[in-house]
């Protein structure tokens, strides 16, 4: 792990918050440190705004440091201007850690690997477990799969979204006008 990226995870944890995610994009003056932050019960606006502020104001001050200390601290990368972003990471939140994917245990996510498992890079299912050998999964079709930590390249909580025009309870709603 780069030194930017324990600033961020040491940061964050001082605020109370858990950090899921981080990620820089870009190059040069467009690029953009985006984190995204959870607690137990979800965060808020207020809790985003308060780790912002403290991860502005840390990295911030490493950046002040001389260059060649900003480089050997490791965040050089953050050099000169750059766009931070900190949010909730969503309904369908990034699983990242072995902790995410045995927190999450029973619902549903979408895992997509490096190399091909079972005839497929691509797997949408339950979430049976994590362990040394890697997350469990049982697919739509009803298939156990077992993806190593190594192979894992993308995984998301996948929920299930009601179908335009549902009511709740399974309803659906009628389109168009009805005849007199």
């Known amino acids: 792990m ?5 600033l961020v995870e040491q940061t964050i944890q001082a605020t109370g918050l ?3 995610h981080v990620e820089l994009l870009g190059a040069g003056r467009a690029q953009t440190l985006r984190v995204y932050v959870d ?3 979800g965060v808020g606006l207020d809790d985003c705004e308060r780790a912002s502020r403290a991860l502005s104001a840390a990295l911030d001050a490493a ?4 260059p060649a200390e900003a480089a050997g601290a490791g965040v050089a990368p953050l050099a000169g201007s750059y766009t931070l972003e900190v949010s909730s990471p969503g309904v369908d939140r990034p699983l990242v850690k072995p902790a995410d994917f045995a927190r999450f245990a029973g619902e549903r996510a979408r895992v997509d690997t490096r190399t091909v498992v079972a005839g497929s890079r691509h ?3 339950r979430l049976c477990g ?6 469990k999964l049982e697919t739509e079709a009803g298939v156990e ?3 190593g930590w190594d192979n894992v390249h993308k995984a998301r909580l996948a929920p299930r ?4 025009g549902a009511k709740p309870g399974g309803q659906r709603i009628k389109s168009g006008r009805g005849r007199k």
């Open 2 to 6: 780069a030194a930017w990226q324990n």
């Open 145 to 147: 799969v077992v993806i």
């Open 161 to 164: 979204w009601p179908e335009p």
């Open 123 to 125: 797997f949408l299912g």
């Open 39 to 41: 607690q137990p019960g």
């Open 18 to 20: 858990e950090l899921v």
């Open 130 to 135: 994590a362990g040394d050998d890697g997350v």
């Open 63 to 66: 950046l002040e440091t001389a």
